[in-house]
Protein backbone atom coordinates (compact mmCIF):
# COMPACT_ATOMS: atom_id res chain seq x y z
CA UNK A 1 0.00 0.00 0.00
CA UNK A 2 1.31 3.47 -0.84
CA UNK A 3 0.79 6.83 1.02
CA UNK A 4 0.03 9.76 -1.06
CA UNK A 5 0.42 12.02 1.32
CA UNK A 6 -0.44 13.85 5.03
CA UNK A 7 -4.11 12.94 6.52
CA UNK A 8 -5.91 15.85 6.44
CA UNK A 9 -6.87 18.06 9.27
CA UNK A 10 -9.19 20.97 9.87
CA UNK A 11 -6.30 23.82 9.17
CA UNK A 12 -6.51 22.43 5.18
CA UNK A 13 -10.09 23.82 4.97
CA UNK A 14 -11.82 27.21 5.02
CA UNK A 15 -13.47 27.78 8.52
CA UNK A 16 -16.44 29.18 6.62
CA UNK A 17 -17.19 26.04 5.44
CA UNK A 18 -17.09 23.84 8.28
CA UNK A 19 -19.76 22.08 9.66
CA UNK A 20 -20.33 24.35 13.47
CA UNK A 21 -20.75 22.48 16.38
CA UNK A 22 -23.50 23.46 19.03
CA UNK A 23 -24.19 22.63 21.98
CA UNK A 24 -26.91 19.83 22.84
CA UNK A 25 -29.78 20.94 25.41
CA UNK A 26 -33.11 18.84 26.57
CA UNK A 27 -36.49 20.69 27.36
CA UNK A 28 -37.34 22.42 30.64
CA UNK A 29 -40.25 20.65 31.08
CA UNK A 30 -43.35 18.14 29.28
CA UNK A 31 -45.15 21.44 29.24
CA UNK A 32 -42.77 23.32 26.91
CA UNK A 33 -43.10 20.38 24.12
CA UNK A 34 -47.28 20.20 24.77
CA UNK A 35 -47.18 23.62 23.49
CA UNK A 36 -45.39 22.78 20.34
CA UNK A 37 -47.12 19.63 19.98
CA UNK A 38 -50.63 19.95 20.95
CA UNK A 39 -53.16 17.29 20.60
CA UNK A 40 -55.30 16.72 17.30
CA UNK A 41 -58.82 17.77 17.54
CA UNK A 42 -61.13 15.28 18.15
CA UNK A 43 -63.22 14.43 14.81
CA UNK A 44 -65.86 11.90 13.97
CA UNK A 45 -64.47 9.86 11.03
CA UNK A 46 -67.02 8.40 8.26
CA UNK A 47 -66.95 4.71 8.21
CA UNK A 48 -64.75 3.36 5.28
CA UNK A 49 -67.09 2.14 2.09
CA UNK A 50 -67.86 -1.73 1.14
CA UNK A 51 -66.79 -0.49 -2.65
CA UNK A 52 -63.90 -1.98 -3.25
CA UNK A 53 -63.30 -3.83 -0.50
CA UNK A 54 -60.94 -7.02 -0.89
CA UNK A 55 -62.21 -8.92 1.92
CA UNK A 56 -65.44 -9.60 0.57
CA UNK A 57 -66.76 -12.83 -0.42
CA UNK A 58 -63.04 -13.88 0.59
CA UNK A 59 -63.06 -17.62 1.28
CA UNK A 60 -61.09 -18.49 4.56
CA UNK A 61 -60.21 -21.42 6.21
CA UNK A 62 -60.51 -20.57 10.61
CA UNK A 63 -59.83 -22.49 13.75
CA UNK A 64 -63.18 -23.59 15.08
CA UNK A 65 -63.49 -26.64 17.59
CA UNK A 66 -59.79 -27.73 17.51
CA UNK A 67 -59.87 -28.18 13.91
CA UNK A 68 -59.89 -25.82 10.86
CA UNK A 69 -63.41 -24.57 9.29
CA UNK A 70 -64.25 -23.22 5.80
CA UNK A 71 -65.99 -19.85 5.91
CA UNK A 72 -66.93 -17.11 3.52
CA UNK A 73 -66.96 -13.37 4.38
CA UNK A 74 -70.25 -12.43 3.58
CA UNK A 75 -70.21 -8.78 4.06
CA UNK A 76 -69.32 -6.14 7.29
CA UNK A 77 -70.92 -5.68 10.46
CA UNK A 78 -73.04 -2.67 10.80
CA UNK A 79 -73.90 -0.43 13.64
CA UNK A 80 -77.60 0.07 15.03
CA UNK A 81 -77.84 2.96 12.11
CA UNK A 82 -77.07 0.41 9.42
CA UNK A 83 -73.51 1.55 8.84
CA UNK A 84 -71.06 -0.48 8.57
CA UNK A 85 -68.73 -0.78 11.56
CA UNK A 86 -64.89 0.33 11.70
CA UNK A 87 -62.02 1.75 9.50
CA UNK A 88 -59.60 0.95 6.68
CA UNK A 89 -55.91 1.50 7.34
CA UNK A 90 -53.14 0.31 5.28
CA UNK A 91 -51.79 -1.45 8.62
CA UNK A 92 -53.07 -4.07 9.17
CA UNK A 93 -52.85 -3.28 12.86
CA UNK A 94 -54.97 -0.01 12.51
CA UNK A 95 -57.37 -1.60 10.45
CA UNK A 96 -60.80 -1.81 13.01
CA UNK A 97 -63.47 -3.38 10.39
CA UNK A 98 -65.88 -5.38 11.43
CA UNK A 99 -67.15 -8.65 8.98
CA UNK A 100 -69.54 -11.41 8.94
CA UNK A 101 -68.21 -14.92 8.40
CA UNK A 102 -70.79 -17.90 7.18
CA UNK A 103 -68.98 -21.30 8.06
CA UNK A 104 -70.31 -24.18 6.26
CA UNK A 105 -72.81 -25.45 8.83
CA UNK A 106 -74.50 -22.27 8.62
CA UNK A 107 -73.22 -20.19 11.73
CA UNK A 108 -71.81 -16.90 11.33
CA UNK A 109 -69.44 -15.17 13.72
CA UNK A 110 -68.49 -11.43 14.04
CA UNK A 111 -64.88 -11.17 12.92
CA UNK A 112 -62.06 -8.63 12.85
CA UNK A 113 -60.01 -7.56 9.45
CA UNK A 114 -56.98 -8.84 11.56
CA UNK A 115 -57.87 -12.40 11.66
CA UNK A 116 -59.27 -12.72 8.01
CA UNK A 117 -56.17 -11.37 7.04
CA UNK A 118 -54.08 -13.81 8.86
CA UNK A 119 -55.95 -16.33 7.60
CA UNK A 120 -55.92 -15.12 3.91
CA UNK A 121 -52.11 -14.80 4.47
CA UNK A 122 -51.57 -18.77 5.97
CA UNK A 123 -53.22 -19.71 3.07
CA UNK A 124 -50.81 -18.91 0.69
CA UNK A 125 -47.09 -19.74 -0.06
CA UNK A 126 -44.49 -16.90 -0.56
CA UNK A 127 -45.55 -16.58 -3.87
CA UNK A 128 -49.32 -15.50 -3.58
CA UNK A 129 -50.47 -18.89 -4.89
CA UNK A 130 -53.33 -20.10 -2.97
CA UNK A 131 -52.94 -23.24 -0.92
CA UNK A 132 -55.17 -26.53 -0.93
CA UNK A 133 -55.51 -28.77 1.36
CA UNK A 134 -57.62 -32.22 1.54
CA UNK A 135 -58.03 -35.73 3.75
CA UNK A 136 -58.05 -37.87 0.75
CA UNK A 137 -58.90 -39.33 -2.66
CA UNK A 138 -62.74 -40.40 -2.57
CA UNK A 139 -64.87 -41.66 -5.70
CA UNK A 140 -61.70 -42.57 -8.12
CA UNK A 141 -61.85 -44.59 -11.15
CA UNK A 142 -60.20 -45.68 -14.47
CA UNK A 143 -61.52 -47.05 -17.51
CA UNK A 144 -60.42 -49.66 -19.72
CA UNK A 145 -58.31 -46.28 -22.03
CA UNK A 146 -56.43 -46.43 -19.07
CA UNK A 147 -52.92 -47.75 -19.38
CA UNK A 148 -51.60 -50.05 -16.42
CA UNK A 149 -48.12 -49.99 -15.10
CA UNK A 150 -47.02 -52.91 -17.33
CA UNK A 151 -47.94 -50.92 -20.78
CA UNK A 152 -45.69 -47.82 -19.50
CA UNK A 153 -42.93 -49.05 -21.29
CA UNK A 154 -40.44 -47.48 -23.08
CA UNK A 155 -40.47 -46.96 -27.01
CA UNK A 156 -37.27 -46.58 -29.04
CA UNK A 157 -37.96 -43.48 -31.17
CA UNK A 158 -35.22 -42.23 -33.03
CA UNK A 159 -32.61 -43.20 -30.92
CA UNK A 160 -33.84 -42.01 -27.96
CA UNK A 161 -35.91 -44.05 -25.27
CA UNK A 162 -39.47 -42.43 -23.88
CA UNK A 163 -42.25 -43.88 -22.21
CA UNK A 164 -45.29 -44.58 -23.96
CA UNK A 165 -47.32 -41.84 -24.81
CA UNK A 166 -50.78 -42.64 -22.66
CA UNK A 167 -52.91 -39.78 -23.32
CA UNK A 168 -56.15 -40.75 -25.40
CA UNK A 169 -57.01 -38.74 -28.59
Same mark, same amino acid.
Given at each position: ???? *?? =???? /? %??? #???? +?? @?? $????? !?????????????????????????????????????????????????????? *?? =???? /? %??? #???? +?? @?? $????? !?????????????????????????????????????????????????????? *???????????
Amino acid at each position: MTRL *GE =PVTE /A %DFD #PEYL +TP @QH $EYYLD !DTMADAKLRFPDPPPEELDPTPEMGDHYLNAEVMLPRGGTLARGRVIGRKRDHE *GN =PMGR /A %DNN #PILD +TR @QY $EVEFE !DGDVSELTANVIAESMYAMCDEDGYHIYLFDSISDHRKNDNAMSKNDQSFVDSR *GRKQYKRSTKG
